[in-house]
C-alpha cells in the first residue's frame, strides 16, 4: 500500500522578504507545493518558480477564501496543508514521520499555531488551527476576512503534537494589514456576530477604540459561538481602556464611565470563563490607572491563581489563544510593585523573587534591588546619626538631570524648578545643610551652597544619617524614621494610600487635597496644603507700553492651543489687527506620539496670520518678551494641580481669561474675586482631546470677555504682590509648619 500524498496550499502578494523562510522550512514536506499569487509586483513569483512551485495567477477580489479555495481546488495530493507566508513550520523532520506514518490515519488535522513570538522566538500567543484536510472531503473555506473551515463531527479531527506552526508576522507588515482588513469588512454588506467581532477586533488594533466599542456592543447582542463571545468581550474592555487612556484627565464623567465599561465587560467575561486571567489582569490594571493599588491586588492575584487553557506539561494547545505572560509573569511583577509601593516589603520581596525564578524578568530584578536597598535601611536605622540636613530625595529614574545651576540657563519643568527653588531658600533661611539626591551623572555644590547629589549615594546617605526633615519629591518610599513629607506635584501620586510612608502629604491648593482625599483616600489629618511661588527678581525690569492688540498663550499646545485660535478667529473679526503670541514648542508633541495633532496645529497656525508662534524660549527673555501683551487667553482642557503660569500672569499685568478647572479656581481665587481675572464656570463645556474642540456658546462668552477687557483696560486694575507669593514666602511656610528653622 502506498503512502499518501499531500499538497501544500498557499496565497501570497508581494511576499519577497518572507518566501524564502517558508520554502525552507517545508523542504521535502510536500509532494506538490500550489503557489497563488494575487497580484504582486516584487519577485514573490520568480522565487516561487525557482523552489519549483506550481504557480497560479488569481485576480484579488477582496476575499480570501474565494483565493483560498481556489488554491484547494488546484492541489492533486491525498491530503491539503495550508500555510501563509509570513508562517514557517516548526519541526520539518517530525512533520515528515507524522507525514508518513499518521497522516493517513483521520482525514483532518488541527495543529498548533504560534501566533505571536517574543525577541528570542519564544512563543507568548498559541492556539489550535485546522490545518490539515482530505481533498476528498472537499473543504471549503468560509468568510471573506478571517476565514476559516469549519469541521464537521463526522471528519473526526485529530491533534498533530509532534509539528507546529510558527507566524512571523512584523510591525510593518501588520500596519499594512489593519487598513486592508478594515476596508474590506467595512465593504461587506451583510456583517454576521463573528464578522463584527473581528472588525471591532481590527478597529481596536488600528487605534481607533471609539469606532471599535458599538462595534462589539453589536456583536455581543448576536448569537456569537462560545469562543467568540469569550474575546469580544476581553477586547471590548481593551477598547473601553484605550478610550479612558485617550480622555483628557478633566473629563472627569467620560473617564468614570470608561473605567465602569471596563469593569462591566470584565465581569460579563469572568461569569463566562472565571480562569481566564486577561479579565483580572484588566481589571488590575485598571484600578492602577485610578491610582487604588490595594484594590488593584486581589485582580492580579486571580489571574496569577488562574490555569492556563492547557493542562500542566501538555503540548496541546486550546482553540481560544491566550496572552501566556497573563498567567503569571505579569500579575507577579505588579504585585512586587504594589506591595513595594505600599510599604508591605516582605510581600513585595517574595513576588519579585517568584517573577525572578520563574520567569526571569528583569523589571523584577530592578523591584528586588530597590527592596534590598530600602531593607539595608531599615537593618541599619539604629546605627544613624541624628544630623541637622534637610534632605530632598528624588525617584531613582526622574525624567532628566536638574540643578540650580542648570536652571540659570536651561529650560526646567515646574516640578523641578519648585525643587530648585524651595532648596534654595530654604538653605537661605535656616543656614542648615540641604541636599538633593536626583538622578545624574557627577555631584555638584550650588552657589547657593545647596549639594546636588546622585541618587545611587542615598542608600549610603541614609544608612548612616537621620536628616532633621526628609522631603521625598513625587515619591512615596520611606527612607528614613526622620520626619518625611511626601511632596506631590501630581494630581496621582501612586502609593498616597499607604499614609504610614510619610508623616504629612503636601498638596499644592485645595483643589488638589480635594482629588487626593477623594480619588485615594488619604486622611484628612495627613494632608498638608502648601502652594507654588514665584522669583520676584525675575520681573524686575522696566516694563513696556502695554499693546492693547496683543493677547498671548502660554501653555502645552494640546491644552487648549487649538480653542485659543478659534476663540482669535471670532475677535478679530472686532479687532482685526489682535494678535495671539504662543510660547510653547509643539515639536514636543512627536514624543509622544500626537504627530498628528502637531501637523494639524501646525497648519491652523500657518493659516492664522494673526498667530505669532515663538515657540520655547528661555523664561527670563519670555517674560520680557510678554510684559507688553494684554491678554492671557487660556481656554483650559487640562486639570492642573496648581498653575504657576497664572501667578507669572499676574505679575506681568496680563489679565487672566480662563474657567473654573481645577486648581486655576484657587490660584486665581483673589483675582477673580477683585476684577483681576474672568473665570467660567461652563457645564456645556466638553473637552476634546486634543484641545481643539469648543461649543460655540463657550466662544461667544470668551469673545465677549477679551472685548470686555480691552475696551475697560482691565489690565491695569492688576495689583499682585510679589512678596506674597514668593517662593521665599513659600519656604518661610514649610519652616514653620516642620519645625526646621
Known amino acids: 500500500m502506498s503512502l499518501p500524498t499531500i499538497s501544500l496550499a498557499v496565497i501570497a502578494k508581494n511576499e519577497e522578504k518572507?518566501?524564502?523562510?517558508?520554502?525552507?522550512?517545508?523542504?521535502?514536506?510536500?509532494?506538490?507545493?500550489?503557489?497563488?499569487?494575487?497580484?504582486?509586483?516584487?519577485?514573490?513569483?520568480?522565487?516561487?518558480?525557482?523552489?519549483?512551485?506550481?504557480?497560479?495567477?488569481?485576480?484579488?477580489?477582496?476575499?480570501?477564501?474565494?483565493?483560498?479555495?481556489?488554491?484547494?481546488?488546484?492541489?492533486?495530493s491525498d491530503y491539503i496543508m495550508w500555510l501563509d507566508l509570513d508562517d514557517a513550520l516548526l519541526n520539518r523532520e517530525a512533520f515528515i514521520q507524522w507525514r508518513d506514518n499518521a497522516m493517513a490515519l483521520t482525514p483532518v488535522w488541527f495543529a498548533t499555531y504560534n501566533y505571536a513570538l517574543d525577541a528570542n522566538g519564544k512563543p507568548i500567543i498559541s492556539f489550535v488551527r485546522e490545518r490539515v484536510f482530505r481533498r476528498s472531503l472537499n473543504p471549503v473555506w468560509q468568510y471573506d476576512i478571517h476565514e476559516g473551515i469549519i469541521a464537521k463531527p463526522e471528519w473526526h479531527p485529530a491533534y498533530a503534537v509532534s509539528w507546529a506552526v510558527n507566524h512571523h508576522r512584523d510591525a510593518e507588515d501588520i500596519k499594512a494589514d489593519k487598513s486592508r482588513n478594515i476596508q474590506i469588512i467595512e465593504n461587506m454588506v451583510n456583517k454576521d456576530a463573528r464578522i463584527k467581532f473581528y472588525w471591532g477586533k481590527e478597529l481596536y488594533e488600528a487605534q481607533r477604540p471609539f469606532d471599535a466599542l458599538p462595534v462589539f456592543d453589536q456583536a455581543l447582542k448576536d448569537n456569537l459561538e462560545y469562543h467568540d463571545r469569550l474575546l469580544s468581550y476581553q477586547y471590548a474592555a481593551y477598547s473601553a481602556m484605550a478610550c479612558y487612556d485617550m480622555m483628557k484627565d478633566d473629563k472627569i464623567e467620560e473617564k468614570k464611565s470608561y473605567f465602569n465599561k471596563v469593569l462591566d465587560y470584565c465581569d460579563q467575561g469572568i461569569k463566562l470563563e472565571p480562569n481566564r486571567a486577561e479579565y483580572h489582569v484588566c481589571i488590575g490594571d485598571m484600578y492602577l490607572k485610578m491610582g487604588d493599588l490595594v484594590k488593584s491586588v486581589p485582580y492580579f492575584s486571580a489571574a496569577k491563581n488562574c490555569i492556563n487553557h492547557k493542562p500542566f506539561g501538555s503540548v496541546y494547545e486550546g482553540a481560544i489563544y491566550s496572552f501566556l505572560n497573563c498567567y503569571g509573569e505579569i500579575p507577579s511583577l505588579q504585585l512586587s510593585k504594589i506591595y513595594t509601593h505600599l510599604g508591605d516589603l516582605a510581600r513585595g520581596k517574595k513576588e519579585a523573587l517568584d517573577c525572578i525564578q520563574t520567569y526571569k524578568n528583569e523589571e523584577a530584578k530592578a523591584v528586588l534591588a530597590e527592596i534590598e536597598r530600602i531593607e539595608s535601611l531599615t537593618r541599619l536605622e539604629n546605627n544613624q546619626n541624628a544630623v541637622d540636613d534637610i534632605v530632598f530625595s528624588c525617584p531613582p529614574h526622574n525624567a532628566y538631570e536638574f540643578d540650580e545651576e542648570?536652571?540659570?540657563?536651561?529650560?526646567?519643568?515646574?516640578?523641578?524648578?519648585?525643587?530648585?527653588?524651595?532648596?534654595?531658600?530654604?538653605?537661605?533661611?535656616?543656614?542648615?545643610?540641604?541636599?538633593?539626591?536626583?538622578?545624574?551623572?557627577?555631584?555638584?555644590?550650588?552657589?547657593?551652597?545647596?549639594?546636588?547629589?546622585?541618587?545611587?549615594?542615598?542608600?549610603?546617605?541614609?544608612?548612616?544619617?537621620?536628616?532633621?526633615?526628609?522631603?521625598?519629591?513625587?515619591?512615596?518610599?520611606?527612607?528614613?524614621?526622620?520626619?518625611?513629607?511626601?511632596?506631590?506635584?501630581?494630581?496621582?501620586?501612586?502609593?498616597?494610600?499607604?499614609?504610614?510612608?510619610?508623616?504629612?502629604?503636601?498638596?499644592?491648593?485645595?483643589?488638589?487635597?480635594?482629588?487626593v482625599q477623594a480619588m485615594q483616600g488619604v486622611p484628612d489629618s495627613k494632608i498638608v496644603v502648601t502652594r507654588n511661588g514665584v522669583t520676584p527678581e525675575k520681573f524686575d525690569f522696566e516694563r513696556p507700553i502695554k499693546n492693547p492688540n496683543k493677547f498671548v498663550y502660554m501653555s502645552s499646545p494640546d491644552r487648549g492651543l487649538g480653542r485659543a485660535m478659534k476663540i482669535m478667529d471670532e475677535v478679530i473679526k472686532d479687532r482685526p489687527f489682535a494678535e495671539l503670541h504662543v510660547y510653547y514648542g509643539i515639536e514636543g508633541l512627536h514624543k509622544y506620539g500626537r504627530s498628528a495633532l502637531h501637523d494639524k496645529l501646525k497648519k491652523m497656525m500657518a493659516d492664522r496670520p494673526y498667530v505669532k508662534y515663538h515657540g520655547f524660549t528661555e523664561q527670563n527673555k519670555m517674560y520680557k518678551e510678554v510684559a507688553d501683551a494684554v491678554v492671557w487667553l487660556h481656554p483650559a482642557t487640562f486639570i492642573e494641580s496648581f498653575c504657576i503660569t497664572a501667578l507669572e500672569m499676574q505679575a506681568l499685568n496680563i489679565f487672566p481669561i480662563t474657567r473654573k478647572l481645577g486648581a486655576l479656581r484657587d490660584t486665581l481665587k483673589d483675582a477673580d474675586n477683585n476684577g483681576m481675572a474672568i473665570l467660567f464656570d461652563q457645564s456645556e463645556d466638553t473637552l476634546d482631546q486634543d484641545g481643539i474642540e469648543i461649543p460655540d456658546s463657550v466662544v461667544k462668552d470668551y469673545v465677549k470677555a477679551v472685548h470686555q477687557v480691552c475696551d475697560e483696560r482691565k489690565w491695569e486694575n492688576i495689583k499682585f504682590d510679589l512678596e506674597k507669593h514668593s517662593w521665599q514666602t513659600v519656604a518661610q511656610e514649610w519652616i514653620d509648619f516642620m519645625e526646621i528653622s
Open 18 to 76: 518572507n518566501i524564502r523562510r517558508l520554502l525552507d522550512s517545508v523542504k521535502d514536506c510536500f509532494h506538490e507545493i500550489v503557489f497563488v499569487d494575487t497580484g504582486s509586483t516584487d519577485k514573490t513569483k520568480e522565487i516561487a518558480q525557482e523552489y519549483g512551485c506550481k504557480l497560479y495567477d488569481f485576480t484579488w477580489v477582496d476575499s480570501f477564501c474565494k483565493a483560498r479555495n481556489f488554491s484547494f481546488s488546484k492541489c492533486t
Open 406 to 515: 542648570m536652571y540659570k540657563t536651561k529650560a526646567m519643568g515646574g516640578s523641578e524648578t519648585a525643587l530648585i527653588q524651595m532648596a534654595k531658600f530654604i538653605k537661605s533661611k535656616t543656614g542648615r545643610p540641604v541636599k538633593v539626591f536626583n538622578m545624574r551623572s557627577t555631584d555638584i555644590v550650588s552657589d547657593s551652597g545647596v549639594e546636588y547629589i546622585s541618587t545611587s549615594k542615598v542608600n549610603e546617605y541614609f544608612s548612616k544619617n537621620k536628616p532633621k526633615a526628609h522631603i521625598q519629591w513625587r515619591h512615596n518610599i520611606r527612607l528614613s524614621n526622620a520626619p518625611s513629607y511626601l511632596w506631590c506635584h501630581d494630581l496621582v501620586t501612586y502609593g498616597v494610600e499607604s499614609s504610614q510612608n510619610f508623616d504629612k502629604i503636601m498638596c499644592l491648593s485645595q483643589f488638589h487635597k480635594d482629588y
